[in-house]
């Protein structure tokens, strides 16, 4: 019997402005989307499940595209993407579910996931 043990571990999300220019993430001008918070858990197929809290902190409602990855140790990387849409001064939370390959999820002892959006 193969035993899967995933080491949940977070990677900052990178937030990317949707207006102006400023070094601090969601920052700029008018404010944008910015990924706070990623949580993940494993299905009974071995699969990975991303939870993601993106928020919006300008004035106006900001679009862009959430992207998530999951890095499974020793093997492939997978990539999801979505497009989404947060309310003014808002936050929203998306789902990125990842198809892990059958014989990587049986043999992953663990993984590296991170989520990002970009305009």
Do not use: K
Request: hydrophobic letters at 30%; proline letters at 3%; aromatic letters at 8%.
């Amino acid at each position: 019997m193969h035993r899967r043990r995933f080491v949940r571990v977070a990677t900052a999300g990178l937030a990317v402005p949707l207006a102006g220019c400023s070094d601090s993430p969601g920052g700029g001008l008018g404010g944008g989307l910015e990924v706070t918070d990623v949580q993940s858990s494993t299905t009974l197929a071995g699969n990975v499940d991303l939870s993601v809290q993106v928020s919006n902190t300008s004035s106006d409602s900001a679009s862009a595209t959430l992207y998530g990855e999951v890095d499974i140790e020793g093997g492939d990387t997978y990539t999801e993407s979505r497009s989404v849409t947060v309310s003014p001064d808002g936050s929203n939370s998306y789902e990125l579910s990842f198809d892990i390959d059958f014989s990587e999820s049986l043999s992953a002892s663990s993984y590296e996931y991170q989520a990002w959006v970009e305009a």
